[in-house]
């Protein structure tokens, strides 16, 4: 079975500081990975994401994620935090057995302080 | 282009009442999802409908109905309402398993 793991419910960082956001896998194939954010009381926008091309995925707004299949890891991240990335980040893992039924992470809150 | 577009943006009905919501997809994308946001139980995967059939279901009981029409668009009906039922439900669509894409959800509050 496909699942995500976030390991981390709450992330706080400073403007301007690195962001880190972890996210584990468990899955029998090849998977595809996204990370999705969610601004308050909006809907689900895609961030990036890993389809068994490139390893070091760039989405938006300055993220980018590494697959890392011997770490069974997908890590969200970013240089440098701007105020507008508080949200919440959820990792996602695609079941392709199920027409890309999208399994989701508990979320990672980000808070960024000025 | 236009995205996944859902109808109505909230919606308050009174326990026992019949909620209905409806959700267009992408142009070309014959998939939709429904997806339950409530408070402190993340995103859980309701349905899923590809060429006017039912594919998947979640872990929901047979209340939570809904269907795909000709033209992809769909709708979730969510009979004899419960105050848990209170939740953002959110609805993607996407093409032969390629990414999915949200809409800005419904906001339904059961009182």
């Known amino acids: 079975a496909q699942s995500v793991t976030q390991l981390d419910s709450h992330v706080s960082v400073s403007e301007g500081t690195p962001v880190l956001l972890r996210c584990n896998y468990s899955?029998?194939?090849?998977?595809?990975l996204f990370w999705y954010v969610q601004h308050p009381n909006k809907g689900l926008q895609l961030l990036l994401k890993?389809?068994?091309?490139?390893?070091l995925v760039k989405g938006i707004n300055g993220f980018e994620a590494e697959f890392k299949k011997s770490e069974t890891s997908f890590h969200l991240t970013k240089p440098s935090a701007h105020m507008s990335d508080a949200a919440e980040y959820f990792c996602?893992?695609?079941?392709?057995?199920?027409?890309?039924?999208?399994?989701f992470g508990q979320g990672t809150e980000l808070s960024v302080k000025p | 282009e236009a995205g996944v577009t859902q109808s109505p943006t909230h919606l308050i009905k009174t326990r026992g009442q019949q909620a209905t919501l409806r959700c267009s997809p992408i142009?070309?994308?014959?998939?939709v999802y429904w997806y339950q946001q409530a408070l402190g139980l993340g995103l859980q995967f309701l349905l899923w409908?590809?060429?006017?059939?039912?594919?998947n279901r979640g872990n929901f009981p047979p209340r939570f109905s809904g269907r795909q029409f000709p033209n992809y668009s769909s709708e979730l009906n969510v009979n004899a309402l419960e105050l848990e039922d209170s939740a953002l439900y959110l609805c993607?669509?996407?093409?032969?398993?390629?990414?999915?894409?949200f809409g800005e959800g419904s906001w339904l509050t059961v009182v």
């Open positions: 142009s070309g994308h014959t998939s």
């Open positions: 996602v893992v695609s079941d392709r057995n199920q027409g890309g039924k999208l399994i």
């Open positions: 899955s029998s194939y090849s998977p595809s």
């Open positions: 890993y389809t068994s091309a490139a390893t």
């Open positions: 993607a669509s996407g093409y032969s398993g390629n990414t999915i894409y």
């Open positions: 409908y590809d060429e006017g059939e039912e594919r």
